[in-house]
């Protein structure tokens, strides 16, 4: 039988703690929530590599992106107790699981209502009730669910659109991996006097999501 208690602990002693990690908040988190649920049964022996994980049985292509690069994103929120959050690409809900844990409230947004089922039965399973569901395009967000503290996107993309950019409240922070030359960049966009400043995180690399392309003769 598989330790998954071991599995997720040497994940965050050799992945997470390393690589400047340092919120207690999501430290803890980590040790706690099983991801193994998070992933199709066939992969949970894969749940804790350091790498993104397929979540895809059909339809929609996506991913639980790096936990290392999950982590470091999240930090890079700085989210607090009182904030509203927005996952987008949430897939089967761990990214969402470990916003909630940080959060006051999470609007998960996915496209494939599978996805949104998997990850509300996972949620409910562990009894995380802060969290509502949105089912449409990754790229429009949630905008009739008000503006958001902390928006997070799973997964890399070209552009993010002003139309997410819109949903940050007045000192909200957006964070993402965006693409260019290798490896990518993780990217912190805040709002700030009604204007929306980036500046770069960490360099990384994970599976892109659909959407977030660039329109054509867009130059980076």
């Known amino acids: 039988m598989i330790d998954f208690t071991r599995l997720r602990r040497s994940m965050v ?96 947004v996915e496209e494939d209502p599978t996805l949104i089922s998997a990850a509300r039965q996972n949620l409910s399973e562990l009894g995380i009730d802060n969290v509502e569901f949105a089912t449409g395009p990754l790229k429009a967000g949630a905008p009739g669910k008000g503006s958001f503290d902390a928006i997070l996107l799973n997964g890399s993309v070209e552009v993010v659109p002003q139309d997410l950019l819109a949903q940050l409240e007045e000192g909200g922070r957006l964070a993402a991996v965006v693409q260019g030359s290798p490896p990518g960049r993780a990217t912190l966009y805040v709002r700030a006097g009604g204007v929306v400043s980036q500046r770069p995180v960490f360099d990384a690399a994970v599976t892109p999501l659909p959407g977030f392309e660039a329109p054509r003769g867009f130059v980076f």
């Open 13 to 108: 002693d050799s992945q997470i703690r390393p690589n400047d990690v340092t919120d207690p908040r999501i430290i803890e988190a980590m040790l706690e929530l099983p991801r193994e649920r998070f992933v199709p049964s066939a992969r949970a022996n894969l749940a804790y590599l350091d790498d993104d994980l397929s979540v895809s049985e059909g339809g929609v292509k996506r991913c639980l992106i790096e936990p290392m690069v999950l982590a470091r994103l999240v930090q890079a929120l700085q989210l607090s107790e009182t904030d509203r959050a927005l996952d987008i690409g949430g897939a089967t809900g761990y990214s969402t699981a470990l916003l909630a844990r940080l959060a006051r409230h999470v609007v998960m």
